[in-house]
């Protein structure tokens, strides 16, 4: 089952489903919960045939809508909500399941036979979507109808035929409109073909089963008409007979003296037995009174003297009925000479009775009233036989006030239900007989299979004209599409054939203006056309029509080649190749050749055509590009690619001749600094210069290459013992000492070179590179500008080299980095002035480690950029931190030449101070010497930028490098700081004596504030306090320690 349905056009499809189910219902019988048209059914199974069936849950819904709607506000009594809902919603399983199977059946179908154009297409696809899918909702529904809801089981079989007949009209008229309306364009061409006859099929079966219900209607009205009035007029004969009972008493008293209990009993029993629903008859004579007509009757007595029968009623004779006001009023009605009608008697009062009063006068010159009890229901049911009472409710009212009263008689008359009534008049009171169908009547009347039959008439007739309409309009449609499809057919042969002609014509141009040179040949090899491609590249002309193609090609290839060729063309009809092809003139040229055989429409072949262009200049091409993928383009050294190979040729020969080789790594010393300084340009003449320079040291048979950037591999070959690389690494090392002029500018670089030797420190290409790339490291740490052949250690001290930088790489971006805080102090009065920031790393297996340990690597590799970015942000937000809590504390950060160099610094100093809106006095930059030694003029200029920020400058290890006094003078520089070198011995070492004095003097005289490092005594500071010295730190004053720890 499809899942994920959307769920937007699923509660769209329940709106449409819902709508269309009203209609539905507003096409039914207003007093019937049958409905004979289902439009939802139809408009379910055409929307999932053209959106999917994933939306079925669309479906579900919409009929749980309907069905609610119908539970709760079309049925008379619908019952507990709760139960309702989940009845409802079991009811709505069937029409969803029913859509679903439904789609899934035609769907093969409609995907083979999209249009239903023909006769059984369309037939099979009605008999599928219609009579057999529409028994699924009609038995499912029926079930639970059955099962759990009000039908009984003999009436299961006519709720599915309804049920059946109503889905399959929806199905068969409104499908195809839905189709028509929302199937792709070959459907909606047919829009207006298909729905507007359908929709008159709809209206037509409307009419029809309209019609149809009014002629039951009709019939059933008139026959209950009939049957009504006929009980109606024999209750009211009946109770007019039982009027008479009381004159027929009055008259027997002419001749029978009724007024003695024999007489009266007799007479009495006579009368009931002959007239049922006489419960009594009393006699009751008017006792101390003068004459029955006075007027004041309630001075007279009215005791029960006699009563029929009399078994049961012993305890009512003697009772006064005129002392009852109930029936005061009734007695002096019938006193008026009325038959006069009350309610019985208290001592006999019971449901569906009534007393009827007579007044008599002349009985033995006795006056009295005769009064007979009548019980209405016994009257009813005893007039009316079984076959006459069948199907009918009858009930009696007093209607005398001029409003029906409560019932006297009868049953309760459904609501809503057809109701006949007839007013007469029973002594002195109106009554109304009312006469209406009961429950089984009221049924059969939907039950008459006039409206079934015509409603199966109707599916029918539907059924053959949707086929009719699907069939007529598909042709049309396939007629259309045949006649489009013909004549884009057409349109096609003509574009086709323009297109040809074309082609012919853009093949002439091409073979006669392309740049390659083509020939034709026929079945036996000889040359029928060239063009005029071939006689430019070759020089040959008309000359070699009816001629062998063999002069064209070299005079070493031409018999293998022809007969490879012949042989290809044989196998595959084609071949393709480089040759050497030869000019007219004699002369040879690389040409790129392709012969494709022509076959006939038999596989016979009829022409060979041959294809070749001058590949001249491909070939240089190819030969320039080898030439720069294993050459360096600046100095055209071979690259690692070509020295790797020659490497390993060089190996190969070297074990089968048992001598050895050696690879001298060089790297040039300060390239890098004047790189920096003096721009790119100038450090790629450079380089060139120094290439040529290690070129013309080297002898014939070395291979000098050049991996990139500054780094120089020599492969020395045919050594008979090792040392001979000493001389020849000693001669690269003097080439490179002597000066570089390059213009106006005299350099000094120098080389640092690791040697390995073959076999001792490597059998392989990778690994002797890898082991002198290690030795020259050891002759950069003896001091650069010599050579260091390979060691064991070496090759630890690299690898060790490479997993610091990863782990620091990593350190950078773990959090793994920390800033411990120095104190500075004053040597006055001991007060802590700021804080050195010192990077600290927290290895996470080596503890924590100094700067020492790791910033030499940092800078070589290049990460001393990030890291220096790392320690000026973390240490501008601890100083923001330390102003935000209310003890200010300046904040110095130590500066590195690749970071004033290789980066805008003022740049980020000026982002980090903006960023944590730190004041600029808060911050100080210090800077070694060697920056001033680099490029004194590049440094300058940050440094002046750096002071318009207006942060602190300091020159860190004063006295250990090479400050030009000038540029010290013309510097933006605040504080001059004395490296731990000299303050160490101070106050013995009289040497360390007086150079930190006269660095104290001369920072002075230059207005500079001067800090020693490293004090760790109090003679080291006494001294320092006595020649003037106003800063200093050390371990006297305090360790680097966290700022939390130096903040306390």
């Not at 049925?75 to 507990?80: D, E, I, S, T, Y």
């Not at 007949?165 to 499908?175: C, S, Y």
């Not at 504390?889 to 960023?915: E, F, K, W, Y």
């Not at 490092?1013 to 306090?1025: D, P, R, Y």
Request: net charge neutral.
């Amino acid at each position: 089952m499809p899942v994920n349905p959307p769920v937007f056009a699923c509660l769209l499809l329940a709106v449409a489903y819902a709508v269309a189910g009203g209609l539905g219902i507003l096409l039914a019988d207003s007093g019937s919960t049958e409905i004979e048209i289902w439009p939802a059914a139809g408009l379910a199974l055409g929307v999932l045939l053209t959106h999917g069936r994933r939306l079925w849950p669309g479906i579900w819904l919409g009929s749980l809508i309907v069905n609610l709607t119908i539970h709760f506000w079309v049925l008379p009594n619908p019952g507990p909500a709760l139960p309702g809902i989940i009845f409802t919603s079991l009811i709505a399983i069937g029409p969803a399941l029913q859509a679903l199977l439904a789609a899934h059946w035609l769907q093969p179908l409609l995907a083979s036979r999209p249009q239903l154009g023909h006769t059984g297409d369309a037939a099979r696809a009605m008999l599928i979507g219609g009579p057999l899918c529409c028994l699924i909702a009609a038995s499912w529904g029926t079930l639970l109808l059955v099962t759990l809801g009000p039908v009984s089981l003999q009436h299961a079989g006519r709720v599915l035929l309804r049920w059946w007949t109503g889905d399959l009209l929806g199905v068969l008229i409104i499908t195809p409109i839905t189709l028509a309306w929302l199937g792709d364009s070959g459907w909606q061409r047919r829009r207006l073909q298909i729905t507007l006859p359908l929709l008159g099929c709809l209206v037509l079966s409307g009419i029809a089963l309209n019609q149809a219900r009014r002629w039951e209607d009709q019939r059933f009205e008139q026959t209950f008409l009939r049957h009504a009035t006929t009980a109606a007029v024999a209750v009211r004969q009946a109770l007019s007979n039982r009027l008479d009972v009381l004159q027929v008493l009055r008259d027997l008293d002419q001749a029978v003296p009724l007024h003695q209990r024999e007489p009266f009993s007799r007479a009495a029993r006579g009368l009931i037995a002959r007239h049922s629903g006489i419960a009594a008859l009393l006699w009751l004579p008017q006792i101390d009174a003068d004459t029955l007509a006075q007027p004041d009757t309630a001075a007279s007595r009215l005791p029960i003297l006699y009563i029929e029968p009399q078994a049961g009623h012993e305890a009512l004779t003697a009772i006064d009925l005129a002392a009852q006001p109930a029936l005061r009023t009734a007695l002096e009605r019938a006193v008026g000479g009325a038959l006069a009608i009350s309610p019985p008697p208290a001592p006999i009062r019971s449901p569906a009775t009534v007393t009827v009063w007579l007044a008599v006068s002349d009985i033995d010159r006795q006056h009295g009233m005769l009064a007979a009890v009548l019980r209405l229901d016994q009257i009813i049911d005893t007039t009316l036989d079984q076959p006459m009472r069948r199907g009918l409710v009858l009930q009696l009212r007093d209607i005398s006030a001029g409003t029906p009263a409560q019932p006297l008689a009868g049953e309760a008359i459904m609501a809503n239900a057809s109701v006949w009534r007839m007013s007469f008049a029973f002594g002195d009171r109106i009554w109304e007989l009312a006469v209406a169908p009961n429950a089984q009547m009221a049924e059969l009347r939907l039950h008459q299979t006039g409206t079934l039959l015509v409603l199966l008439a109707c599916a029918f007739v539907s059924g053959v004209f949707a086929v009719f309409v699907l069939v007529a309009s598909g042709r049309t449609t396939l007629v259309e599409a045949m006649v489009t499809a013909r004549t884009a057919w057409l349109a096609r042969e003509i574009d086709e054939r323009k297109r040809a002609e074309s082609r012919l014509r853009q093949a002439a141009i091409v073979y006669e203006n392309t740049r390659e040179g083509i020939l034709v040949l026929n079945q036996q090899g000889r040359i029928e056309a060239v063009n005029p491609a071939f006689t430019q590249i070759s020089g040959y002309g008309s000359e070699l029509l009816d001629q062998r193609p063999h002069q064209l090609l070299a005079c070493g290839v031409r018999r293998t080649l022809f007969h490879e060729i012949r042989t290809q063309l044989r196998a595959d009809g084609h071949w393709q190749g480089e040759t050497w092809n030869r000019h007219a003139d004699g002369s040879l040229y690389p040409a790129w050749l392709t012969f494709s055989a022509v076959r006939t429409e038999d596989g016979r072949f009829s022409h060979y055509v041959a294809v070749f262009s001058d590949i001249s200049s491909i070939k240089q091409s190819q030969a320039e590009l080898e030439r720069l993928a294993h050459h360096d383009p600046l100095t055209g050294l071979p690259n690692r690619l070509l020295l790797i190979a020659r490497i390993e040729h060089a190996i190969a020969r070297a074990k089968r001749e048992h001598k050895r080789l050696a690879l001298l790594f060089l790297d040039l010393d300060r390239f890098k600094n004047v790189n920096d300084s003096l721009g790119h340009n100038l450090g790629d003449r450079l380089l060139v210069a120094a290439a040529e320079r290690l070129s013309a040291s080297r002898r014939d048979a070395d291979t000098l290459a050049r991996l990139g950037g500054d780094e120089f591999v020599m492969l020395a070959e045919n050594l008979a013992v090792a040392e001979h690389a000493s001389s020849l690494a000693e001669r690269l090392v003097s080439a490179c000492a002597r000066p570089f002029r390059l213009g106006e500018h005299e350099l000094y670089l120098g080389t640092s070179i690791g040697i390995a030797v073959f076999p001792e420190d490597g059998e392989d290409a990778e690994t002797l590179l890898r082991n002198a790339d290690a030795a020259m490291y050891a002759a950069k740490a003896q001091g650069r500008g010599t050579f260091h052949f390979y060691t064991r250690e070496q090759t630890d001290s690299a690898q060790q080299r490479v997993r610091i930088e990863a782990e620091l790489r990593r350190a950078l971006s773990g959090g793994e980095l920390r800033l411990h805080y120095q104190p500075i102090v004053r040597l006055a009065d001991g007060a802590v002035e700021s804080y050195e920031a010192l990077v600290r790393w927290q290895h996470p297996s080596r503890g924590l480690l100094l700067p020492a340990e790791f910033l030499a690597i940092a800078e070589e590799s290049g990460l001393i950029l990030e890291l220096g970015h790392w320690v000026l942000d973390t240490a501008c937000r601890q100083a923001r931190a330390w102003l935000d809590a209310g003890t200010p504390r300046r904040v110095a950060v130590n500066i590195t030449v690749p970071q004033v160099l290789r980066q805008d610094l003022p740049g980020l100093v000026s982002a980090a101070l903006a960023h944590y809106q730190l004041p600029g006095h808060l911050l100080e930059l210090e800077l070694t010497e060697s920056l001033l030694l680099q490029d004194p003029e590049r440094g300058a200029q940050a440094l002046k930028a750096l002071k318009a920020l207006g942060i602190s400058l300091a020159v860190d290890d004063f006295g250990t490098g090479y400050s030009s006094l000038g540029y010290l003078k013309r510097l933006p520089i605040d504080r001059l700081k004395i490296d731990r070198l000299f303050v160490r011995d101070l106050p013995g070492d009289s040497d360390d004596c007086a150079i930190v004095c006269a660095i104290i003097d001369l920072a002075h005289h230059l207005h500079l504030g001067v800090l020693a490092e490293g004090v760790e005594t109090a003679e080291q500071a006494q001294f320092l306090i006595e020649h003037g010295c106003e800063l200093a730190q050390g371990w006297l004053y305090g360790r680097a320690r966290s700022a939390s720890a130096a903040g306390d």
